[in-house]
């Protein structure tokens, strides 16, 4: 699964984000782009609903 982030998301939101995937038990893993960040979300996500 991945989650693409809206253009110009604040840092505090990605990493409000990315806080709250390591809280249900899956690795993030984010690549920072030029205008958008992409999170990869690296574990079984067939039980989740962001």
């Given at each position: ?12 939101e990605?990493e ?23 999170i ?11």
């Amino acid at each position: 699964m991945i989650i693409i982030m809206k253009p110009g998301a604040p840092p505090a939101e990605i990493e409000r984000v990315n806080q709250k995937i390591v809280r249900l038990s899956i690795k993030p893993k984010k690549s920072i782009g030029q205008q958008r960040v992409i999170i990869g979300l690296l574990s079984d996500t067939s039980q989740i609903d962001i």
